[in-house]
């Protein structure tokens, strides 16, 4: 096969499923992980965070491809979800931001299809467990806004990265400087409407350690400097994304999900204390896209602060 062709392989399958791509060449893997460590150097990211989240990442090329070539990033467009939950006295609609429902099972899906697609022609491909932001900046792909969240165009940051490695070999090498919002030069309205103050002037690497994102996603108690009316999303934050004028045109796509009944929430309640899941519910969880985290993601807690904001 000649190269054009490969090349259009891929442009044929991003338009097919309205995904965006950037690739780059294997050898760039030496960069992201001089970006990466570089961040770590400057103290940008903080010991917790880097634990719960960054120390899986691998900067090698697989076991199972060891002639990968290049390194593909996905991008798709992903909506906010809504839950409608019935507390009782009154029901709530609880806003999920964008990527958390099926996120791994996205990810599973997408590889599947893109494998096959590939393996048409004869190319293998495997999972890239790299930090797909970075990737994304690097390839063009996506621009950093100050909140330290990537924009893909149109999508703004509603969208979710997947990293893949292949054996085909790209005819280009895009890699370059990560760019930034043009709008953040001037623009103050993230750093400004942040509940936690984690937005910071000086750097485009946030206090994630102080991000509501990485405190409600953990289990570990909310720390009491933050304030109650901070919560606004049954897990993450949203604050930064809705203000942002990159988002002017995805800020309402809200897809509805369902909802949680008094008993589904008594259910949950016997889930959290260890006892068996109650089949209903697991296969309801499931239809909704809420599995995964059922057992990470403290949503009781979560949904106790959103109630009580
Ligand atoms: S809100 Fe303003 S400063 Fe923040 S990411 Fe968007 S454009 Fe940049
Ligand atoms: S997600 Fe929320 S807490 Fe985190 S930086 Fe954005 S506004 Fe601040």
Redesign the pocket.
């Known amino acids: 096969m000649g190269k054009i062709k490969v090349e259009d392989l891929l442009k044929s399958f991003i338009s097919k499923y309205d995904f965006k791509a950037g690739v780059l060449p294997v050898k760039r893997l030496a960069g992201l992980k001089n970006d990466f460590k570089e961040c770590l150097q400057k103290g940008f990211i903080d010991n917790k965070v880097y634990k719960s989240y960054l120390n899986g990442f691998s900067f090698k090329v697989p076991d199972d491809l060891k002639e990968a070539k290049s390194i593909i990033i996905l991008g798709m467009a992903r909506p906010q979800h809504r839950l409608n939950i019935d507390l009782g006295n009154r029901t709530i609609d609880a806003i999920i931001p964008p990527t958390y429902i099926d996120y791994r099972k996205i990810y599973r899906d997408v590889f599947k299809l893109l494998k096959k697609w590939f393996a048409a022609d004869r190319y293998r491909l495997s999972r890239a467990l790299l930090p797909l932001k970075l990737t994304a900046a690097r390839s063009g792909l996506a621009e950093y806004?100050?909140?330290n969240?990537a924009y893909i165009g149109q999508w703004g940051s509603f969208h979710q990265l997947a990293g893949f490695y292949t054996d085909w070999k790209t005819i280009r090498d895009p890699w370059q400087e990560m760019k930034i919002?043009d709008?953040?030069k001037s623009?103050?309205?993230?750093?400004r409407i942040c509940p936690t103050g984690a937005?910071l002037e000086d750097r485009f690497n946030i206090d994630a350690s102080r991000c509501l994102t990485f405190l409600n996603e953990s289990k570990d108690d909310i720390p009491e400097w933050v304030k109650p009316g901070s919560h606004n999303s049954l897990v993450g934050c949203r604050r930064?994304q809705l203000?942002?004028?990159?988002n002017k045109k995805v800020k309402d796509w809200i897809v509805d999900i369902g909802k949680l009944s008094q008993e589904d929430i008594a259910l949950l309640e016997e889930s959290s204390k260890g006892k068996k899941k109650d089949p209903k519910l697991v296969n309801k969880l499931k239809s909704m896209g809420l599995y995964e985290w059922l057992d990470g993601v403290p949503i009781l807690r979560n949904l106790r602060l959103l109630a009580d904001k």
Do not use: D, E, F, S
Request: hydrophobic share 35%.
């Open positions: 806004g100050k909140n969240i919002l709008a953040c623009c103050k309205l993230c750093t937005i930064c203000v942002c004028p990159y």
